[in-house]
């Protein structure tokens, strides 16, 4: 009686909403994602200050990583190993292919340990998950911007200029952070579950460099192993890249075809299962 006495009309009409976990698999609610663009950008943004915080160079980083592994690069493949660079001096040649690798590694390695690293976060507040990988790309390409530059004056001083394929380059671009959120994003949400998954990403990330096309031409591979090659997404980005900007020959279409082929399945394979998961993120990390 006492219940039905506090209870009102408009109690009674009012809907009410039950949530429920959805079972199985279930895509990713990319209009509420858009909601929470400003979230998105914040986390992005703090990434990037985290990242040079108390540092003594800072953002001075960004260009020394580059240009010491493209002298590293130099050395050792270019001189002492003489791989060939296709008529292109070799500190270009290189450079050329380390730029979307390292966007690619970056993305790949923060987007991997984004939940685990903000498991406070996850487990006081609700946003939509996605959100943290998404900004630990978003970060990457401050870096790959300070490193283009560094790319710039680099063929500037081998008096190479790009040809009317440059304006390709946007797609190669967006085909490296497809790439590596197609792997960062899956691997995220197995490090919440399996924290093996984070001491593996260091070794995952130096095999799959030696199995993109960045010290060395593509054309040294062999043509029964072609078809295979192109999975790896990242080797038609490394020669699109020398296509758009070092006048290399451009990826055939078959290879254009499977490398962007298989990063779309794999992003799609990966964010259904980060969006069916995330349910279970704030009780598991």
């Known amino acids: 009686m006492v219940g039905a006495a506090l209870s009102s009309p408009a109690d009674k009409e009012r809907p009410r909403v039950r949530r429920q976990a959805h079972s199985g698999w279930s895509p990713v609610d990319w209009a509420e994602i858009w909601r929470y663009r400003e979230l998105l950008v914040f986390y992005a943004q703090r990434d990037l200050k985290v990242r ?19 002298l590293a690069f130099s050395i050792f493949f270019g001189r002492l190993a003489s791989v060939p660079s296709n008529g292109v001096p070799y500190p270009a040649f290189a450079l050329c292919g380390l730029l979307p690798w390292q966007l690619f590694s970056y993305a790949l390695t923060q987007s991997s340990n984004c ?5 406070a976060v996850l487990t006081k507040v609700y946003f939509p998950r996605l959100i943290l990988p998404l900004a630990s790309v978003m970060a990457g390409l401050a870096d790959f911007a300070i490193a283009f530059a560094v790319l710039i004056v680099v063929m500037l001083v081998y008096g ?46 130096q095999l799959w460099l030696f199995a993109t096309p960045v010290a060395y031409p593509s ?67």
């Open 160 to 205: 190479i200029v790009p040809g009317a394929a440059l304006i390709v380059l946007p797609a190669f671009t967006l085909l490296t952070i497809l790439s590596a959120l197609a792997v960062g994003i899956g691997l995220s949400a197995l490090n919440v579950q399996y924290r093996d998954v984070r001491y593996a990403i260091p070794f995952l990330t």
């Open 115 to 119: 939940l685990v690293q903000d498991a």
């Open 219 to 285: 054309a040294i591979v062999p043509v029964g192993w072609l078809q295979v090659y192109a999975l790896n997404p990242m080797v038609c980005v490394v020669d699109g890249f020398r296509w758009a900007l070092l006048g290399q020959p451009a990826p055939a279409l078959s290879t254009i075809a499977m490398s962007t082929g298989s990063a779309l399945v794999l992003l799609m394979l990966s964010t259904f299962y980060f969006s069916s998961s995330a349910r279970r993120f704030a009780d598991v990390v």
């Open 52 to 70: 040079y915080k108390q540092t003594i160079l800072g953002v001075m980083w960004a260009l020394l990583q580059p240009v010491l592994t493209m």
